[in-house]
T-cell receptor
Framework: NAGVTQTPKFRVLKTGQSMTLLCAQDMNHEYMYWYRQDPGMGLRLIHYSVGEGTTAKGEVPDGYNVSRLKKQNFLLGLESAAPSQTSVYFC???????????FGQGTRLTVV | GEDVEQSLFLSVREGDSSVINCTYTDSSSTYLYWYKQEPGAGLQLLTYIFSNMDMKQDQRLTVLLNKKDKHLSLRIADTQTGDSAIYFCAESITGFQKLVFGTGTRLLVSP
């Protein structure tokens, strides 16, 4: 059982470049989330989705876009990367009525 | 607003008990969680407590919840070097897992 899988695991971008982070879950979960983790700040919610075809803004959505075209996938896009987006990005999923979120292993993104 | 605070660092000796503390501000929290993050890894759920409970014990882990003071603690008995990690407190306000995390406490266990 793979759980939550994120690709890629590492990436270096130049300022202004774009990229998409992919999150896939095989647990048939309704809810999916993207967080970023920065030193001394814990994890902050970027965007989330409560079902296929729906997305919503979290705490720090600026500079990011998301899509949930398929229930098992949640994509996080950076249209024009900035050094402030250097961070570790975590995807998570949870089932309807569940009490636990399952996290991926993270993507370490550096923007130079 | 939602705000979760933790101390940044805790150092203990192997075999001692560790107590990691957390304070939160939103009294409407439904569940409160403790997650563990080992170096280079994702977050692993350790335990959680429902907001109408005062205490939960799970093997070496004891969670205490003081709703009046909005204070949550995690006690690890007989701490081992393998417990060295960052521990995050988190709260869930809504019915699903839209979590608000604390800053994390780095636990260092020395032999």
């Amino acid at each position: 059982n793979a759980g939550v899988t994120q690709t890629p695991k590492f990436r270096v971008l130049k300022t202004g470049q774009s990229m998409t982070l992919l999150c896939a879950q095989d647990m048939n979960h309704e809810y999916m989330y993207w967080y970023r983790q920065d030193p001394g700040m814990g994890l902050r919610l970027i965007h989330y989705s409560v079902g296929e075809g729906t997305t919503a803004k979290g705490e720090v959505p600026d500079g990011y876009n998301v899509s949930r075209l398929k229930k098992q996938n949640f994509l996080l896009g950076l249209e024009s990367a900035a050094p402030s987006q250097t961070s570790v990005y975590f995807c998570a999923s949870s089932g309807q009525g569940g009490t636990e979120a399952f996290f991926g292993q993270g993507t370490r993104l550096t923007v130079v | 607003g939602e705000d979760v605070e933790q101390s940044l660092f805790l150092s203990v000796r192997e075999g001692d008990s560790s107590v990691i503390n957390c304070t939160y501000t939103d009294s409407s929290s439904t569940y409160l969680y403790w997650y563990k993050q080992e170096p280079g890894a994702g977050l692993q759920l350790l335990t959680y407590i429902f907001s109408n409970m005062d205490m939960k014990q799970d093997q070496r882990l004891t969670v205490l919840l003081n709703k009046k003071d909005k204070h949550l603690s995690l006690r690890i008995a007989d701490t081992q070097t393998g417990d060295s990690a960052i521990y995050f407190c988190a709260e869930s306000i809504t019915g699903f897992q839209k979590l608000v995390f604390g800053t994390g406490t780095r636990l260092l266990v020395s032999p």
